[in-house]
């Protein structure tokens, strides 16, 4: 069992024996701490990618593509509640009547790309040039579309905030523009080197500052015989905390 996973057991645990002696006070130094924040997120990814294959005999094909991909994505104000039970992972969970704790990130996505191919035999398998159907145009340009994600403390990093995908993917917006590896959301939560986010210990949230702001940033370059991205992502979050720290 990982440590996320018992965290929230013993907060349920702590929940429910709350429950059960209602409407008695708990008991003092019971080591639970909580209260609500109102979440704002603000952001940009850049994705730029390049990819060249040579022709290997048969159906295959040369194939030469590169494009860009920018996103500038900005929530909707979402108020989230913040529990943590003595040293454990804290935990942000629903707050109110939205049962849900994702912030939904909208987002204006730019996308160029374009990919020839080239050579090889007609072939109605693989990768090669069999279609005879003409190909639907390109849907490149400016969309907007929603994401969503969620905020969470990592069990790995002691007091580092981290901003995850949510399992909930859109489709869309883009079904005719190529694009390459490291696109958007990909950098949202880590890169190869590790997590994206930044440290605010709950000390501070708990503490007499009504507002913080933290400013996260990560880069990812890879590179092989065929294929080039580069991706880079900055946002900030902002969490401003609503009435009084609850401490049982």
Not at 57 to 64: A, K, L, M, Q, T
Not at 104 to 115: E, F, N, P, Q
Not at 193 to 208: H, I, N, Y
Request: net charge positive; charged share 20%; aromatic share 8%.
């Amino acid at each position: 069992m990982n440590l996320r996973i018992k965290t929230i057991a013993s907060l349920a645990g702590v929940l429910a024996v709350g429950c059960a002696t209602a409407p008695a006070q708990a008991a003092p130094g019971f080591g639970l701490k909580s209260a609500s924040f109102k979440v704002e997120v603000e952001g940009v990814q850049t994705n730029a990618w390049k990819t060249d294959h040579a022709n290997q005999g048969g159906c295959d094909v040369d194939i030469h593509g590169d494009g860009t991909e920018v996103v500038r994505f900005k929530s909707k104000p979402k108020v989230v509640k913040l529990y943590q039970f003595g040293k454990s992972t804290p935990l942000f969970l629903n707050s109110g009547k939205r049962y849900d704790k994702y912030i939904d990130l909208a987002s204006k996505i730019t996308r160029r790309g374009s990919v020839t191919t080239s050579g090889g035999q007609i072939c109605s398998y693989g990768d090669g040039t069999g279609s005879t159907q003409t190909p639907k145009p390109p849907d490149c340009g400016t969309k907007r579309s929603t994401w969503y994600a969620e905020l969470n403390y990592s069990s790995r990093k002691k007091d580092f905030l981290t901003l995850e995908q949510a399992p909930v993917v859109p489709l869309g917006p883009f079904y005719n523009c190529p694009w390459g590896s490291g696109a958007w959301p990909s950098l949202l939560a880590r890169t190869p080197k590790g997590e994206v986010g930044r440290r605010l210990p709950t000390s501070a949230l708990f503490g007499s500052n009504q507002q913080h702001v933290i400013r996260a940033a990560g880069r990812d370059e890879y590179s092989d015989s065929e294929d080039w991205h580069q991706t880079t992502i900055q946002y900030s979050i902002r969490l401003t905390r609503i009435g009084k720290v609850s401490r049982s």
